[in-house]
């Protein structure tokens, strides 16, 4: 069984940084891409940032220059450092992982953590 543990969401002020973690554990044989998803109120869940196991990034054009993807591949984690944090960016972050499991139908499969709550406000 794999799990996707985030933390580090929480409530800043505009113009705050936030550092979101995502730790994968389990019955884990290798993990691909992992990134990292939002999903405000009302709105469709969309990519933030994908970081490959080469470590090849992308992001949403709304977050370059602001998010930084990471990943340590010894701890299986993978990273989102967020500066500049405007009020849109209020969400629940997701993470997620295309992960491959020791067994006959290995995958990979997609796996999601339960999202962190990051909220952006004075």
């Known amino acids: 069984q794999v799990q996707l543990v985030e933390s580090g969401g929480g409530l800043v002020q505009p113009g705050g940084s936030l550092r979101l973690s995502c730790a994968a554990s389990?019955?884990?044989?290798?993990?691909?891409?992992m990134g990292w998803y939002r999903q405000a109120p009302g709105k469709q869940r969309e990519l933030v940032a994908g970081?490959?196991?080469?470590?090849?990034?992308n992001y949403a054009d709304s977050v370059k220059g602001r998010f930084t993807i990471s990943r340590d591949n010894a701890k299986n984690t993978v990273y989102l450092q967020m500066n500049s944090l405007k009020p849109e960016d209020t969400a629940v972050y997701y993470c997620n992982a295309d992960i491959v499991i020791p067994a006959a139908n290995g995958g990979p499969y997609a796996y999601w953590g339960q999202g962190t709550q990051v909220t952006v406000s004075s």
């Open positions: 970081i490959i196991s080469g470590g090849s990034t």
């Open positions: 389990g019955s884990i044989f290798k993990i691909y891409a």
